[in-house]
């Protein structure tokens, strides 16, 4: 059906930045919504950003003002510039595709590790 794959992930100290892709192959709805979001051991995986075909944006209060999604359609592709990183921060990013009355959709993550 639709397949995900994560990428960009990595190991920064407190303050860096990095860029997390998230391509899209498959059978993708034209209407969907892809975003991000993030799990770090022993505690519940958290949302983190979305942005949707239709134009919705949003994002976690943590990450607003440092966090920026866009979406690159013709790719079928979501990205998320982390700017200001923090230790909060580490966990696996998980990308996640919604479509309208349909299930979503899960990438296997990618590695963020923000060091103090």
């Known amino acids: 059906q639709v397949h995900l794959v994560e990428s960009g992930g990595g190991s920064v100290q407190t303050g860096g930045s990095l860029r997390l892709s998230c391509a899209a192959s498959?059978?993708?709805?034209?209407?969907?919504?892809m975003g991000w979001w993030r799990q770090a051991p022993g505690k519940e995986r958290e949302f983190v950003s979305v942005?949707?075909?239709?134009?919705?944006?949003n994002y976690a209060d943590s990450v607003k003002g440092r966090f920026t999604i866009s979406r690159d359609n013709a790719k079928n592709t979501v990205y998320l510039q982390m700017n200001s990183l923090k230790p909060e921060d580490t966990a696996t990013y998980y990308c996640?595709?919604?479509?309208?009355?349909?299930?979503?959709?899960w990438g296997q993550g990618t590695q963020v590790t923000v060091s103090s």
């Open positions: 942005a949707c075909k239709s134009g919705i944006v």
């Open positions: 498959g059978l993708v709805h034209a209407n969907n919504c």
């Open positions: 996640k595709m919604s479509i309208p009355d349909g299930p979503n959709y």
